[in-house]
């Protein structure tokens, strides 16, 4: 390797790996900010939120290593130019194209890596942050209580619904709800009250709810049916009800447990393409299913019996002798009358009449409304069916968007002449939400099968590669980033044109 070329690849891997780090730090305070309601005030350690931040680090470069290609390339070449090192470089004969090449080679190697973080890192990192989250809220009972839904206690048998937790580490409940179940996974006991509050202790595997102010029931289970009869169920009312709940079970957890859960996001690229196959077949399969049965409920569509092909034949050959030997009534009259529809209603009485359109219109309301809920449900699995698509594609786009930021950073770079962390900052951030809001909104359009999730995900880096490429050639041919001069010749030439014209 030539002297220059380190030379130039050395500036490049510092400002890497600065922008890097620094951008990192950055999305990281970001994605605090948004799980701070998971993370704060429930009483984790510090171990505990350090390995949801470390496994949250991989999932943040599909964000951070497109700008950082962007922004290293900018400030590189930046520099470069405004230091006159470009114009040294072009006095001794070497081109744009020739100072690129030590960095052209690192970026494809670049490329290479990150689609192996984006199919075999990033798919772990979200197994592990969804096993950690899960396992959480079983040390935490508190955390596993969620406002305004039911949450349910994992080996107690126990459904709790709060709507509002306050006090420290959310130990104070508003207006609970609670459901416990027997063996057999029964609802058989109900409790409300007003409020409660959660008291625990390190040292204890018991935890303490109490109540205030509420009622309780329970259904009695009796050996004979008629005593149920008797004694259905009792009901209470309370000022004070503690409950010990036993929580060994729940704190006896390994955060590194592994579940058998796994998304599109989870997945490397040969699971998806086997799951997209699959889910494939299987929602044409139920949508063959369900027609099917829409048309068997219908009675629109009656099977056709197989005839005989001897008999067939046979009839065809009298068809084609009688079409030979046309009828006499047809040679005189050539204009034949459609036959009339006969009213099949007309054939019943008054009341049966009422009777058949009102069974109709039931059926109808029947078969339309189960169409609308099997529409729902076929929705929802075209879209996981599109997610997998979409997720398949992604981890390509992802490797070659870093190349393609690449050429656009890097000429324009040469082109503003300016470095440090001023308007080269400036101008990759805007080029990078551009990038990002179109990768964003074409996702979530794919997702919704407004368009195909292939395009979903090449779409905002197919928007950047002739943006590169006029960059590019802007760079190497010394022009600006906009060419008023020709603009102004054009529309000179236009008015010069219409004076001759009136002469």
């Known amino acids: ?100 090449r030590p960095l052209i080679i690192f970026i494809v ?35 596993a209580i969620a406002e305004g839904v039911f949450s349910d206690f994992e080996g107690t048998g126990m459904n709790i619904k709060v709507d509002k937790k306050s006090g420290e580490n959310d130990r104070f409940l508003e207006n609970v709800i609670i459901h416990q179940k027997t063996e057999t996974n029964v609802n058989s006991t109900v409790i409300k009250a007003k409020g409660g509050e959660l008291v625990s202790s390190t040292d204890s595997d018991i935890i303490q709810l109490v109540l205030k102010d509420g009622h309780y029931y329970e259904d009695i289970k009796t050996k004979a049916s008629n005593a149920k009869r008797k004694f259905p169920f009792t009901k209470a009312n309370f000022e004070t009800y503690t409950m010990n709940i036993d929580i060994s079970g729940l704190n006896d957890v390994d955060l590194e447990e592994e579940r058998d859960v796994s998304t599109d996001k989870m997945k490397n690229i040969f699971r998806l393409s086997n799951d997209m196959d699959s889910l494939k077949k299987d929602n044409l399969k139920i949508v063959r299913a369900f027609s099917k049965n829409i048309s068997n409920r219908m009675g629109a569509f009656v099977p056709v019996s197989r005839k005989d092909s001897t008999k067939q034949a046979k009839e065809s050959l009298k068809k084609d002798s009688l079409a030979l030997q046309p009828p006499a009534d047809s040679l005189l009259n050539k204009t034949e009358t459609p ?20 069974s109709a219109k039931n059926s109808t309301t029947s078969i339309k409304t189960s169409i609308q809920g099997k529409r729902v449900e076929l929705q929802k699995r075209f879209e996981i069916h599109r997610r997998h698509i979409l997720s398949f594609h992604k981890k390509f786009a992802l490797a070659f968007s870093c190349i393609i930021l690449f050429f656009v950073g890097a000429p324009l770079g040469a082109i503003i002449r300016k470095g440090g962390l001023g308007l080269p900052m400036v101008i990759a951030i805007m080029l990078f939400l551009t990038y990002y809001f179109l990768g964003v909104f074409a996702e979530n359009y794919a997702k919704k099968g407004n368009i195909h999730p292939m395009l979903g995900a090449w779409l905002s880096t197919l928007i950047m590669l002739p943006l590169g490429i006029s960059l590019t050639k802007r760079a190497t041919a010394d022009r600006g980033l906009t060419d008023f001069g020709a603009f102004l010749d054009y529309f000179k030439g236009i008015f010069k044109k219409k004076k001759k014209a009136t002469s």
């Open 109 to 143: 190697f670049l490329g290479g890596v990150t689609f192996y973080f984006a199919n075999s890192v990033i798919p772990a990192s979200e197994q592990k942050i969804y096993n950690l989250r899960r396992n959480i809220a079983k040390v935490k009972p508190a955390v």
């Open 1 to 100: 390797m030539r002297i220059l070329d380190r030379y130039i690849l050395a500036r490049f891997l510092y400002n890497f790996t600065s922008s890097f780090v620094i951008l990192m730090f950055i999305f990281i305070f970001q994605t605090i900010w948004l799980f701070i309601d998971d993370l704060a005030g429930k009483g984790l350690d510090i171990v505990i939120i350090g390995k949801f931040l470390f496994y949250l680090m991989p999932n943040l470069t599909e964000k951070v290593l497109p700008l950082t290609v962007l922004l290293s390339s900018i400030l590189t070449f930046g520099t470069f130019a405004e230091n006159y090192e470009f114009a040294a470089m072009k006095a001794s004969g070497i081109s744009l194209q020739r100072s690129m």
């Open 339 to 358: 036959l009339p529809i006969p009213d099949i209603l007309a054939l019943y009485q008054e009341w049966q009449v009422a009777q058949i359109l009102s």
